[in-house]
Nanobody, 119 residues
Framework: QVQLVESGGGLVQAGGSLRLSCAAS???????MGWLRQAPGNEREFVGS????????YYAASVKGRFTISWDNAKNTMYLQMNNLKPEDTAVYYC?????????????WGQGTQVTVSS
């Protein structure tokens, strides 16, 4: 069973940056890996994804231009670089792997990491 282990969350001021990591214990065999987030009282929402090849990335409109997803094949680790953070980015962030671009179906989940952006 593949495990996804996240790290890198924390507290940051608005305008600051954080980088989240998602280390996979093996090959997921999934077409896409990516990130979703859930703020208190809200539905879980798609943040972005990257193809298994690591070549193509896709982002929600709310984070496009501020967040960047990358994949280090040697480390079997995905990253989410978050810049110019806003208070509305506050949420628990989950890495995930699945067959669909928007991660509407997920085969593997990370445990989640809290990101808090203060104003």
């Amino acid at each position: 069973q593949v495990q996804l282990v996240e790290s890198g969350g924390g507290l940051v001021q608005a305008g600051g940056s954080l980088r989240l990591s998602c280390a996979a214990s093996g090959r997921t065999g999934s077409s896409y890996m990516g990130w979703l987030r859930q703020a208190p009282g809200n539905e879980r929402e798609f943040v972005g994804s990257i193809t298994g090849s690591g070549v193509y990335t896709y982002y929600a409109a709310s984070v496009k231009g501020r967040f960047t997803i990358s994949w280090d094949n040697a480390k079997n680790t995905m990253y989410l670089q978050m810049n110019n953070l806003k208070p509305e980015d506050t949420a628990v962030y989950y890495c995930a792997a699945g067959p669909r671009l928007g991660l509407t179906t997920v085969n593997y989940w990370g445990q989640g990491t809290q990101v808090t952006v203060s104003s």
